[in-house]
């Protein structure tokens, strides 16, 4: 039996993650009185993620892994120790390949930040500069060593397309990295609360380069 490349089961692990989200999420936005703030908001969709995880069939489930608040693990010796090893996304969700003979790709984590979305400017610019720039920075190296993580956006008292244009218009203004635009396609729609794009990052202080951040935003006002 021939082994899937590790291309593949990491497409797959992202795919399998991404959806049991995207469940989750589809139960949070039902929640009646959902609190404002991120931690608990990230406390409530762990429950609920955990949840939805436990009732897909077993071919449509990603291995368990997931942890919240961890830190960013070294994947060598001589990454123990830096700064970025200190600072903990919201989630990881752990991918383990025992065929795979480099112990630097044998154990790799996808990586999913959240931010609030509200008409607060400064929740906005949290959403890059908290937030984008933490998968580009070798100060925090979020996704580090994978082609691909994620970035959840609970909006707040505000339509989508004006969070689209704000969070834009500091992307435009960031100097110190070079960020493309973000764009959600029509068919990217998964509700009419819920929506997804794609964000093709290029990385110079972090490996891979090419890198592929996920966006989900959805509407979580009362």
């Known amino acids: 039996m021939r082994l899937p490349s590790p ?3 990491w497409e797959r692990h ?7 989200f995207t469940i989750a999420l ?3 936005q039902e929640e ?9 908001l990230n406390e409530l969709l762990y429950t609920l993620v955990r949840d939805s995880w436990h009732k897909l069939p077993q071919n449509e489930k990603p291995i368990w892994s997931l942890s919240r608040n961890t830190e960013n693990p070294p994947r060598t010796t001589s990454e123990i120790g830096q700064k970025w090893t200190r600072k903990k996304p919201d989630f ?18 996808y990586t999913i930040e959240c931010k609030r979305l509200r008409t607060n400017r400064n929740f ?8 984008i720039v933490r998968f580009l920075t070798a100060e925090q190296k979020y996704g580090n060593g994978t082609v691909s993580g994620a970035m959840i956006g609970y909006i707040q008292n ?9 969070v834009n218009a500091v992307i435009l203004k960031t100097k110190e990295f070079v960020i493309p ?11 009419d609360k819920i929506k997804k794009g794609n964000h093709r990052l290029s990385r110079k202080e972090v490996k891979p380069s090419i890198f592929d951040l996920r966006h989900i935003w959805m509407d979580v006002t009362n």
């Open 7 to 9: 291309e593949h089961l």
């Open 14 to 20: 992202e795919t399998l993650v991404l959806n049991v």
């Open 26 to 28: 589809v139960k949070l």
């Open 32 to 40: 009646t009185n959902l609190p404002e703030d991120e931690p608990t």
């Open 92 to 109: 990881l969700w752990s991918l383990s390949d025992s065929q795979e003979r480099d112990s630097y790709k044998a154990i790799r984590e």
């Open 124 to 131: 906005i610019n949290e959403y890059v500069v908290n937030g």
């Open 158 to 166: 505000m339509r989508h397309s004006e969070v689209l244009e704000q």
């Open 181 to 191: 635009e973000i764009k959600f396609t029509t068919n990217c729609q998964m509700t």
